[in-house]
């Protein structure tokens, strides 16, 4: 007998308050993903070189390199992994290596995004859930305000 499905969990939504509160630690995690972003794709290019370099009639000199470079790279990949999974437990949707978040949000009674990009002080935009970045709009606060999320 096949165990039974497990309930979904509720999706959080934030308020524009809510939502600013949680940066601090979304910051931090944004910081680490977008670094560790970085060194995956360094260590993935390093070892794209080595693969190309190793087709090339020659012994295999390149078996310490490549061996070392791939387990960095697993590791690296795994811290990866862990931020975007504790972003992802806090209810924030990370939509680019960039550092590009979204936060869940209700206005007028339809799920929208807040939406927020490392390196900016605080949320102050929001889209619609299907209209990604360019159709980001600046937040009209006193609407904001007046939402309460469920």
């Not at 794209?48 to 000199?61: E, I, L």
Request: proline residues 7%; contains cysteine.
């Amino acid at each position: 007998m096949a165990p039974p499905n497990p309930v979904e969990a509720k999706p959080k939504f934030f308020s524009v308050e809510e939502a600013n509160k949680a940066l601090p630690l979304v910051k931090a995690i944004v910081g680490d993903i977008v670094q560790h972003f970085q060194i995956v794709n360094d260590l993935k290019q390093r070892l794209a070189s080595v693969h190309r370099d190793r087709r090339r009639p020659t012994n295999d000199a390149y078996a310490e390199e490549t061996a070392q470079s791939q387990a960095e790279l697993d590791l690296e990949e795994s811290k990866l992994a862990t931020f975007i999974d504790e972003l992802s437990r806090l209810g924030v949707e990370l939509k680019g290596p960039d550092g590009l978040c979204d936060f869940p949000s209700i206005r007028d009674g339809r799920e929208i995004y807040l939406c927020w990009r490392l390196g900016e002080a605080e949320v102050t935009h929001w889209h619609e859930k299907n209209a990604g970045y360019a159709g980001r709009q600046p937040l009209d606060w006193a609407h904001h305000r007046s939402q309460k999320p469920f």
